[in-house]
């Protein structure tokens, strides 16, 4: 199946970017980051464990964490926030991570372009954005579509596991994700926070406004 999206989930503002986060790209990309290529990666190349991707991780503060406590497994986070990317490359750098690589890129065309069917172990998507308006709910990530692509690239047996703290895209994400024929809710509903995950920048926005925070993990079956 080929899933082209024609309109993107973030929109690129010139942001600013700290004379560190330059350095860091400067610096560590070569060593961290896997360029777009728009061609199928080999897997064994880069990642030696079960591989778990992060799609928007932001500043990268739980992804850096994640993979930092969970040396058996290999990590792969795609944004495309520059100052982000920056200061993830940094923390890699700091803590020593050995299990986590970045691409600077969309993710919806890495997906689809550069990862094999099958081979994915999880994906984990930590509050999209929202897009509200709803002539701006064309541009939010979770969809049918962009959900069969996620399910085509996991393998049998791994997970989407996501969270918002938007009420609207939660019951959004639960539709498409429930309608989808390969895959089981693990929960009956909304899924528990895992024990892994760390509180995200977002999440702790969200929790200010009194907003609830929805998860959901299912499984890919068939
Ligand atoms: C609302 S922020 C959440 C950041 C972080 N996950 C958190 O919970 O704090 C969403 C992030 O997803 C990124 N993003 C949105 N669509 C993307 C796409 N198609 N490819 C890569 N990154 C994307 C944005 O640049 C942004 O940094």
Redesign the pocket.
Known sequence: MEYKQNI???VLRASRISSGQKLAIEKYSEKHCIKYSGQKLDISEYFSHPLCIE?????GT?TAQIAHRNPDKSFLG????LP?IGRLLSKIEEDGIGNLKVINH???EVIETMIPESSVEGFHI????PWPKTKQQKRR?INQEFTQLLVSRLKVGGYIYMATDWEHYAQQMLRVLSANQDLQNEYELWAEKPIWRPE????SKGKKKNHIIRELYFKRVK
């Open positions: 993107k989930s973030y799609i928007g991780f932001g500043m739980a795609i944004e495309v926030h982000g969309d993710a919806v930590f509050f999209p954005d990530l995200t920048a977002f999440e």
